[in-house]
């Protein structure tokens, strides 16, 4: 069965320092990986995916994703953290058969301080 | 995002209730789906839909039903509603190609009492 865990609740980092919010995953085959961003009282806005290629994403507002096949992670990151970075954070995993759903993680809320 | 419309944005209703939660987009995306969060659970499936004759359930369906009455419009009843339904719902919607992204909606509330 798929499925896709998030093993922090919370990642508190402070403005302007890097930050990584950690995923990983097991399904079979070759996965597409996502990662989505919830900002209080609103829906869950697309930041980036993996599809095939480069293991090293780019995406929305200046962050990034590192798959890594070996080790079965999709983990988010960016280099200089914003205090309106802080967000509730989803992974969210789906195979390459046609059904198109997506299984999430629990989510990660990320907090910077200034 | 404006493109995935949810109405309504919150309900309160009581236990055994019947409720609709609709959903509409102007994507032009085939598939749609709906989905509840619940605090430490993610997002997790209750329905989707690959086009109007084409319905399928999710991983937790049981009490819910649906319909797609039109391409852009697919709705979510709760023919008797109870506590543990609360939660917040959202519809999302993609195409067909092989690694299409979901776009969601801005969620709909729901407080069973």
């Known amino acids: 069965a798929q499925s896709v865990a998030q093993p922090e609740d919370q990642v508190n980092v402070a403005e302007g320092n890097p930050l990584t919010v950690k995923c990983t995953y097991s399904?079979?085959?070759?996965?597409?990986l996502f990662w989505y961003v919830q900002y209080p009282n609103r829906g869950l806005q697309f930041l980036l995916k993996y599809i095939t290629g480069d293991n090293l994403v780019k995406g929305s507002y200046g962050f990034e994703a590192e798959f890594n096949k070996s080790q079965t992670s999709f983990h988010l990151k960016k280099p200089s953290a914003l205090v309106s970075d802080s967000a509730l954070y989803f992974c969210a995993v789906r195979d390459r058969s046609n059904t198109g759903k997506l299984i999430f993680g629990q989510g990660t809320t990320l907090q910077v301080k200034p | 995002d404006a493109d995935v419309t949810q109405t309504p944005r919150n309900r309160i209703t009581k236990t055994g209730k019947r409720i609709m939660l609709e959903c509409s987009q102007t994507?032009?995306?085939?598939?749609m789906y709906w989905y509840r969060q619940d605090p430490g659970l993610g997002l997790r499936l209750i329905y989707y839909s690959f086009d109007v004759k084409d319905i399928n359930k999710g991983e937790i369906s049981d009490g819910y039903s649906v319909s797609r009455q039109a391409q852009a419009k697919f709705s979510l009843s709760l023919e008797s509603a109870i506590p543990n339904q609360t939660a917040l719902y959202f519809c999302?919607?993609?195409?067909?190609?092989?690694?299409?992204?979901?776009?969601f909606g801005p969620g709909t509330r729901l407080t069973v009492t």
């Open positions: 399904v079979s085959g070759n996965p597409y």
């Open positions: 994507k032009g995306h085939d598939r």
């Open positions: 999302a919607t993609s195409d067909s190609r092989g690694a299409s992204t979901q776009y």
